[in-house]
């Protein structure tokens, strides 16, 4: 079965950094792209970072020059190194990975489980 997890959350104190991962299993993955997201309490889930198949990057104004998404298909795992920590940036972090397979008419989109990254002083 396709299973996503995420690691690396916890607390951090405004202005420091942390990186998350996001270990992919039960497929290839490859053609997949990739992608982070976060929802805070009573706020709706937002896109942070994506990066296609191809390596192209797509990231939310709120984290541009401060977050870098990257990924190792060889471990099907997915980064999100995040530099300059906020409160703001205080949220569960969710994995994502998607495809579109043109020929079968199906979509495949998958989620971890959640980490959460706590930005306080």
């Known amino acids: 079965q396709v299973q996503l997890v995420e690691s690396g959350g916890g607390l951090v104190q405004p202005g420091g950094s942390l990186r998350l991962s996001c270990a992919a299993s039960?497929?290839?993955?490859?053609?997949?792209?990739r992608g982070w997201y976060r929802q805070a309490p009573g706020k709706q889930r937002e896109l942070v970072a994506s990066?296609?198949?191809?390596?192209?990057?797509n990231y939310a104004d709120s984290v541009k020059g401060r977050f870098t998404i990257s990924r190792d298909n060889a471990k099907n795992t997915v980064y999100l190194q995040m530099n300059s920590l906020k409160p703001e940036d205080t949220a569960v972090y969710y994995c994502?990975?998607?495809?579109?397979?043109?020929?079968?008419?199906?979509?495949?989109?998958?989620w971890g489980q959640g980490t959460q990254v706590t930005v306080s002083s």
């Open positions: 039960g497929s290839n993955f490859s053609r997949y792209a």
């Open positions: 990066i296609t198949s191809g390596g192209s990057t």
């Open positions: 994502n990975a998607h495809f579109s397979d043109s020929f079968l008419r199906r979509d495949y989109d998958y």
